[in-house]
């Protein structure tokens, strides 16, 4: 692949500068900042009219667009009819949406400060919890790990721990959740992680990870690292390459060590990627953090381990208990929007694009 | 300083070796010369710290890779080792008796092979008609002079943003009547709104002469599109089937919603997370996964759930490790997919 399209494909996501080779690159920006500026004039010049011949002239088009656009609108937004089961006293048995029995707002009092308050302020604290946490020794992780593979000089021994370290990526969360399940369990059941604290002397009697609800958001985002920890080092190591040489040869001529130059360079040089990936990524707090917590969860965790899609699933979905599952979904949608929103909101004034 | 040449000027020892190394070379060589030299007296000087870090840094990248791996080589060692002798433990990353009894329990069961087929038959549609469909409205949006691009596009956007949520979505398909039928895997999924606007922006990069002659010489949008644009979009369109594919490889939540109820339906990752689901409770919860042992029998063939389990954990994973080596040339561009959606 040619530079050109995969600089693109970096447009398209907001993060310009990562993918770039440095010597191009302030000649590429001051380029790319003029053409900016004539689609924007293009953008905001005369508005053609549209006008039925235009329409016919564009027929062609319009025949690719439009059929695929119904498909998006019936796919992706007719379902909020569904929505009206949250306002229902639903029964699967007693037939369509329209058979209903219609009971207001009842719903929404009782998920929230009624009888199900306790246990849905639980879920929203564990979701929270389990995303943070996450969300935190990921990033924290991903920054070191890029740091450290940017300090390796062989390139063989570095492609090989990239394309090691990628690898849990591409496995599904079922097949991770199953290979957690072994490393966690007992040391007669294979779990290699208490095999290891009992050699080493760390503990003196296994640890019973998976029945302990204190250890379980801990759990969550140690296996989230394992699977991501690589490939979240992809868009840093990007950035990195995107640092202008010069700035380093500058510092070694003013005595700057490797550790300075990590710290006061590098480090400084992937903030802005940093920061709005963090940002980016918070806006999805509310809908990260479905399988783990459904698969390692079972009864005696799972006041650690219900997050809001847990509860959606199993006691909406599997128990029937559609609406006030509905009601859950409703409300992860609306902070979803309001949360991602703000967060492309401020994403955008660090001046940074951002995809919508 | 050692390697200061001997007609420079004596310089304080707090001054790094750069400039008086520099100095003199100037005026004989080539400027670049002159970039390449400091690092090199540097390193020498910094010798003891760099070998320190470096060491420190590699055995710890060692490490990681390590612990990366670890958990699927000791899957793939219990699945190699005899199912009854797993049960008891300590297997590390190499069988302890070597058996491949497990695979053919488990290629012999009706479900699990199946399932296979039916995850690679899923997994050909849904990247078949997810890279046509989204192909297709990715060149008329990407069209300039089309009218309708903005609020098309603008709708196509937010759905990244908006989701109805998991029952009113589980509600429509069993309106549509599509409950229990292969359709419900690849009809809700033909268009990703994310992979629309990296192909849109991809083919925005084509420049508009090549389809301007093309339209001139008479063909129609279709055909533009089909016979121009597709195969200079070949390099994004790999990244993104790829990407489609794994996730579709990998879904497990669209069988248990939709096609749970028809067994030659069901999926590989679904098979799996079934068996997942009833180990944790029989093995988590009586603490030991010994209790259950044996219990397993398929053809007259004895083995042990986790031996099995393992077996089919490696089944799921291959295909996946397969690609694996094809994804790795795109990975810049293929991140992008990946990390940003989140």
């Known amino acids: 692949m040619t530079n050109a399209p995969v600089s693109d494909l970096v447009t ?78 639903y029964k699967p048995g007693r037939g369509g949406i329209f058979d209903q029995q219609w009971v207001g707002f009842d719903n929404f009092e009782k998920l929230f400060t009624g009888v199900m308050g306790e246990r849905f302020r639980q879920v929203i604290i564990n979701t929270l919890g389990q995303s943070i946490l996450t969300l935190v020794v990921g990033t924290f992780g991903a920054i070191i790990l890029a740091l450290l593979l940017n300090e390796v000089k062989n390139l063989g021994f570095k492609r090989v721990l990239q394309n090691i370290t990628y690898m849990p990526h591409f496995l599904s ?80 001529v ?52 219900e997050t809001i899609d847990v509860f959606v699933l199993r006691y909406g979905y599997q128990l029937g208990n559609y609406s006030l599952a509905v009601v859950a979904g409703i409300f992860k949608t609306i902070v979803a929007i309001i949360l991602v929103g703000s967060a492309n909101q401020a994403a955008k004034r660090m001046n940074q694009e951002t995809l919508v | 300083m050692s390697s200061t040449p001997v007609g420079a000027p004596v310089q304080p020892v707090a001054q790094p070796g750069a400039e008086p190394a520099a100095k003199p070379l100037a005026t004989l060589v080539a400027r670049p010369l002159i970039r390449r030299k400091p690092p090199k007296t540097r390193r020498k000087k910094l010798t ?3 070998v320190l870090f470096t060491t420190a840094n590699t055995t710890f990248l060692i490490v990681l890779a390590a612990v990366t791996l670890y958990p699927l080589l000791n899957t793939l060692a219990i699945s190699l080792n005899d199912g009854m002798d797993a049960v008891r433990g300590g297997i590390g990353i190499w069988p302890r008796v070597f058996s491949l009894k497990n695979y053919e329990v488990v290629l012999n069961m009706d479900t699990i092979y199946k399932a296979f087929f039916m995850s690679v038959l899923k997994t050909v549609v849904v990247v078949a008609t997810n890279l046509f469909f989204t192909s297709m409205l990715a060149y008329a949006l990407s069209r300039s002079e089309f009218v309708f691009r903005r609020p098309i596009t603008l709708i196509f956007v937010l759905t990244m943003y908006f989701d109805a949520g998991l029952i009113p979505n589980y509600l429509l398909i069993r309106d549509l009547g599509m409950l229990n039928s292969f359709q419900a895997y690849w009809v809700p999924v033909i268009i990703s709104a994310f992979n629309l606007i990296v192909l849109r922006t991809y083919m925005k990069s084509i420049p508009e002469e090549v389809i301007e002659s093309a339209r ?45 109820g028809e067994q030659w339906l069901s999926t590989l990752q679904y098979e799996l997370q079934k068996l997942l689901a009833s180990s944790m409770n029989a093995g988590q ?37 397969c690609v694996y080596p094809f994804l790795q040339k795109h990975f810049v561009s293929g991140l992008m997919i990946g990390s940003v959606k989140g």
């Not at chain 1, 005369?46 to 235009?54: F, V």
């Not at chain 1, 459904?294 to 650690?304: A, T, V």
Request: with cysteine; aromatic share 10%; hydrophobic share 50%.
């Open chain 2, 285 to 321: 919860n009586s603490g030991n996964m010994a209790n259950n042992a044996a219990s397993v029998a398929s053809g007259g063939q004895l083995t042990s759930p986790i031996a099995l389990r393992s077996a089919i954990t490696m089944v799921a994973a291959v295909p996946i490790l």
């Open chain 1, 12 to 89: 398209a996501t907001g993060l310009e500068p990562a993918a770039e080779p440095a010597s191009t690159r302030s000649a590429d920006r001051k380029a790319r900042k003029a053409q900016k500026a004539r689609k924007k004039s293009v953008a905001k010049g005369p508005k053609r009219k549209i006008t039925w011949d235009i329409v016919w002239a564009q027929r062609a088009l319009l025949a690719m667009a439009v059929p695929l656009l119904l498909y998006q609108v019936l796919f992706k937004y007719v379902p909020v009819y569904g929505w009206a089961i949250a306002f229902q006293n």
């Open chain 1, 254 to 305: 003013d005595g700057a060590g490797r550790y300075r130059k990590m710290w006061n360079i590098t480090l400084p040089g992937i903030m802005p990627t940093i920061v709005v990936l963090l940002i980016i990524n918070s806006g999805w707090i509310l809908s990260t953090n479905f399988e783990l917590p459904y698969f390692l969860g079972n009864g005696l965790i799972s006041e650690r381990a």
């Open chain 2, 48 to 50: 003891t710290e760099h």
């Open chain 2, 216 to 260: 001139m010489d008479g063909a129609g949008h279709f055909r533009v599109w089909w016979q121009i644009v597709m195969p200079l979009c070949k390099p994004a369109l790999a990244v993104i089937g790829l990407f489609v594919a794994v996730g579709s490889w990998n879904a497990w939540l669209d069988t248990l919603l939709y096609n749970s």
């Open chain 1, 173 to 252: 969360w079922v097949i991770v959740a199953s290979l957690a399940a072994v490393a966690l369990s007992l040391p007669n059941s294979g779990g290699f992680i208490n095999q290891f604290l009992l050699a080493v002397g760390i503990v003196d009697e296994p640890v019973m990870f998976l029945t302990e609800p204190n250890y379980f958001w801990g759990i969550v985002a140690g296996t989230s690292l394992w699977k991501e920890l690589g490939w979240n080092t992809i868009l840093y190591l990007a950035a990195i390459t995107a640092i202008d040489p010069a700035l380093y040869e500058a510092a070694e």
